[in-house]
């Protein structure tokens, strides 16, 4: 997961100076505050840490985002809302609506991530598509809770989407992780993530519910699909391990980030790979729709935009002479002049 080797042949001459650039996403956190103006117990110090550990686990994939906390504030004379369940969508949906028709009293931002604090547990998050923005936390959550919410504003899926819950008779089960059948779900929209069920409780048990075998008797293609689920960042495991977004999830998210969700973001990412193409209407920000040269995204990239290179050897016969950053996560790349 961490970035790849980035080797540039070309002659000192050729490349300018590289200003270094970070996209950011902004985000707005609101602490609802009780009757006499006090947000939740330590809601300050956790949110805070969340965002931390947040930033710590996307460096570490190199990808070059991070989230930047525009403001963290009480959020008083709204104490309706103090106790209200997060992990409830008709909650979100309801302050949502009235955080909209009162930006002023509720500090609703339109060009940050809206992410309000109650005196509760867990959460719940907007996709995209939906048009809603807001996310709703519990102040006593877990570790990661920000940024598995984050992943979902940004279009990511549950690893163990679509599973499935049954008894003996195959008929629906209602008795949660006693049931007889739990069939793992593979509907999250990646690729490099193994079928996944939320009551796997080990790194075996997801070995198990997807290949109907041990980690260790997988071969290294399912254990590296099995690594990414039991440690993912969007799957209901263990807190302890869970540290990983895979490059298909980056991917996903990047191509919300350039779009969707474009307003919360400092700048866009630009794809290049060897099978991209040069079209004069590709602005090279879909991973889906790459462009081939690493000139034509630089050309077209913004200052402050990321060019992000999937692996392999190619042409860089321009100066770079503008505030983007170069990356690679995705194999080594080699830059050179013709």
Request: charged residues 15%; negative net charge; contains cysteine.
């Amino acid at each position: 997961m961490l970035m790849k080797k980035l080797i540039f042949l070309a002659a000192l001459a050729l490349v300018a100076p590289l200003a270094q650039a970070q996209l950011q996403w902004r985000i707005s956190v609101k602490l609802i505050a009780d009757g006499a103006g006090n947000p939740p117990p330590n809601a300050f110090n956790n949110i805070s840490n969340e965002i931390v550990l947040a930033n710590q686990l996307l460096d570490n994939h190199g990808r070059g985002y991070s989230f930047v906390m525009t403001e963290i504030l009480p959020l008083t004379g709204v104490s309706q809302w103090y106790n209200i369940q997060a992990r409830n969508d008709s909650n979100k949906l309801a302050l949502q609506a009235t955080a909209r028709a009162n930006p002023a009293t509720y500090a609703w931002r339109n060009n940050a991530i809206n992410l309000y604090v109650a005196n509760s547990f867990s959460g719940v998050c907007s996709f995209p598509d939906s048009g809603d923005e807001l996310i709703l936390v519990g102040a006593n959550a877990y570790r990661t809770l920000v940024l598995h919410e984050c992943g979902h504003y940004f279009n990511l899926i549950h690893t163990h989407e679509n599973e499935q819950f049954l008894n003996p008779d195959n008929s629906a089960c209602t008795n949660a992780c006693a049931c007889a059948q739990l069939i793992p779900g593979d509907s999250d929209g990646v690729n490099d993530t193994a079928p996944d069920h939320e009551c796997s409780n080990s790194e075996d048990a997801v070995a198990l519910a997807a290949y109907g075998n041990f980690y260790t008797n997988l071969n290294a293609n399912q254990q590296w699909l099995t690594r990414n689920t039991w440690q993912n960042i969007m799957s209901y495991h263990d807190q302890n391990v869970l540290s990983i977004l895979t490059s298909d999830q980056l991917d996903r998210a990047t191509d919300t980030a350039n779009g969707l969700r474009i307003k919360v973001a400092t700048g866009q990412t630009r794809f290049v790979a060897a099978w991209g193409d040069d079209a004069n209407n590709n602005p090279g920000t879909s991973s889906a729709s790459r462009l081939r040269n690493v000139n034509t995204a630089v050309t077209r990239a913004n200052a402050g935009d990321i060019v992000l290179i999937a692996g392999g050897a190619y042409n860089q016969s321009q100066p770079i002479n503008k505030a983007v950053t170069i990356r690679a996560t995705r194999g080594d790349v080699t830059l050179f002049a013709p």
